[in-house]
């Protein structure tokens, strides 16, 4: 029995685990520059600011966002409100949550429920019987999996304002699935409020894109090969100058283990309990919101391929889907500004 695992190091070569890597221009002299590559969120994390306050500016965003997770999205925090909510909710009872909980979880509920509950916030108790994320390398058994699927059903979760209820004993909300991409979405928030000139943040799979680089060049994110090593690509996305983007990317490839040639990845399907195997491999969302972006790109794993450019074009998105033949799906509105650039791969018709 051939066995091999993956998971990707988080401190070495931090832009490279990033799913997208951000392709720099030429900067001129004398713009001012600021770029730190760190880890928030659980992940690795890399902030670009043009602008004369720009180390603030990161500052400020690193503040926000490990806030965010801390206090309020991670499930493993002690102090964060979704961990509270885990360990002391009652069936049926109503939870008083922050407005920016009750925001996500709204936000998010509500692309699961125009997609048969498909994003499935409730995933946790099958995430943890597999452990990928953890460096399990084993199939669990089948009882093991049926127990855990007992407590993954999201239409038991609901949210009316800032009121959460969860109607079902034993579960556990986890919002990995939009984290990344709500993060995004404050920081995008937050330079609003800057003198930066223009900006990127990346945040594991999720990236946004800010305003203008200073010589005025189109941003290009580059979208990573998912069969190559880390840091290279296999297509370039560009963006006009002083466009703000969201771009997700979601894929089989960072944490995973092959087991009698298949491959074991992270993105369970709740219908399944099994890892997603629709002959996706990698899928890239770019829209104008970093939840949304998030959240489709895990959507598009969970779908064929037909019905995942349908999903992306009710909401105004665009994408780009690889399959595990390498051919490249590219949705009408990235026609003219996707460009493949490994060899190995081939636009489809």
Request: glycine fraction near 10%; aromatic fraction near 8%.
């Amino acid at each position: 029995m051939k066995k091999w695992y993956r998971i990707a190091a988080v401190v070495v070569v931090m832009v490279a685990v990033i799913a997208m890597v951000i392709i720099s221009g030429v900067r001129r002299s004398g713009e001012s520059e600021y770029t730190r590559n760190t880890i928030t969120m659980g992940t690795a994390a890399s902030f670009t600011v043009y602008g004369s306050h720009g180390s603030e500016n990161i500052d400020g965003m690193l503040k926000l966002i490990d806030s965010l997770d801390k206090d309020v999205l991670s499930w493993r925090s002690a102090d964060s409100e979704i961990y509270r909510v885990n360990n002391t909710y009652k069936p049926d009872e109503d939870i008083t949550v922050s407005s920016e909980l009750a925001g996500v979880l709204k936000q998010t509920l509500d692309i699961s429920r125009a997609h048969d509950d498909l994003l499935d916030i409730t995933i946790r108790p099958l995430a943890d019987v597999w452990g990928i994320e953890d460096g399990r390398t084993e199939i669990p058994s089948q009882a093991d999996i049926d127990s855990a699927l007992r407590l993954v059903d999201v239409s038991k979760v609901s949210v009316d304002g800032d009121t959460l209820r969860i109607s079902k004993p034993g579960m556990m909300l986890d919002l990995g699935a939009v984290g990344k991409g709500y993060g995004c979405d404050m920081a995008a928030e937050y330079l609003k409020g800057t003198d930066a000139a223009g900006a990127c943040v990346a945040l594991g799979g999720s990236i946004v894109v800010y305003g203008s680089k200073p010589d005025g060049t189109a941003w290009k994110v580059g979208v990573k090969d998912p069969r190559a090593g880390e840091g290279t690509i296999m297509g370039v996305i560009s963006f006009g100058d002083g466009e703000t983007a969201f771009v997700s990317t979601s894929g089989d490839y960072e944490k995973y283990f092959e087991q009698d040639g298949r491959r074991y990845h992270h993105i369970l399907d709740p219908r399944t309990g099994y890892p997603a195997w629709n002959g996706t491999i990698a899928a890239t969302v770019v829209c104008d919101n970093g939840l949304t972006s998030d959240a489709l790109s895990t959507l598009c794993m969970l779908m064929d391929k037909d019905k995942a450019m349908k999903t992306i074009q009710e909401y105004g998105a665009e994408a780009v889907i690889i399959d595990e033949d390498k051919n490249v799906y590219v949705s009408e509105g990235l026609k003219d500004r996707f460009t493949i650039t490994a060899e190995d791969y081939k636009l489809a018709e």
